[in-house]
């Protein structure tokens, strides 16, 4: 009888595990869902270009940094130890960083053998100014391709004028009068690949309405290889 007794039990401890396992781990439906409460929590992202200056007109990074963790958060990227300091970022000097400007954190630039890796954080509406990569420092001119892994991005390069076809996407008047070289856009989300379609060729980018996360990939970066269309922003 006293086998039988600490069988049941057994049995029933058993039971009560399995089922306190399942309540820890919810299944991809919940996840999901989890997910899309969050965002419709947060479901505007609205930042102001007020809050990245201060009254004199200095450019506040720090300021800046918060507005991208929030957005990072409301995407569920992994906020890792040290994240907020490896942000490298610029609003090229023009004043207006909601509306122009990038953020990056680099997470390897190998010159020796000539791979690189990085993600890229755009604000909604944040504009990448156009720019061109060319050879430099003993490295061959920026070969690139874009993941989108949150949010969507407008990823402007060489091609057709589709420009028409996309009323959402304006050029700042700070970026070079409202003036770009390049003029065919790929609508990328979450999941999409792009790439230079030419060496040396002009390109920029432009965040949906939620920012964009994009994770770029590369032969090697050179600081010096980079020239900006507007030649203000050099």
Not at 44 to 69: M, P, V
Not at 94 to 112: D, H, I, Q, R, T
Not at 114 to 119: S, T
Request: with cysteine; glycine share 8%.
């Amino acid at each position: 009888m006293k086998k039988v007794f600490l069988t049941s039990i057994l049995a029933t401890t058993m039971l009560l595990n399995s089922c306190a396992n399942k309540t820890k781990k919810p299944n991809k439906t919940e996840v999901l869902a989890q997910e899309i409460a969050l965002k419709q929590e947060n479901k505007e992202l609205k930042f102001t270009n007020d809050q990245f200056y201060d009254s004199e007109g200095n450019f506040l990074q720090e300021k800046a940094k918060d507005a991208l963790i929030e957005m990072l958060e409301y995407h569920n990227y992994p906020i890792f130890d040290g994240l907020r300091e490896k942000i490298w970022l610029t609003d090229y000097n023009k004043g207006n960083y909601a509306k122009l400007g990038l953020a990056s954190v680099m997470f390897v630039n190998n010159e020796k053998d000539q791979y690189m890796l990085m993600d890229i954080f755009l604000l909604p509406g944040q504009m990448l100014g156009e720019h061109q990569h060319f050879a430099a420092d003993g490295n061959p001119a920026k070969l690139e391709g874009w993941l989108v892994r949150h949010g969507k991005s407008y990823i402007v390069g060489v091609g057709e004028n589709n420009r028409d076809k996309f009323p959402e996407v304006i050029v700042p008047k700070d970026h070079w009068d409202g003036k770009v070289n390049t003029n065919h856009i790929i609508e990328a989300n979450e999941g999409d690949f792009a790439y230079l379609k030419e060496v040396e060729s002009s390109h920029w980018q432009m965040a949906g309405p939620e920012g964009a996360v994009i994770t770029e990939v590369g032969n090697v970066h050179t600081n010096s290889g980079v020239l900006r269309s507007d030649p203000k922003m050099n």
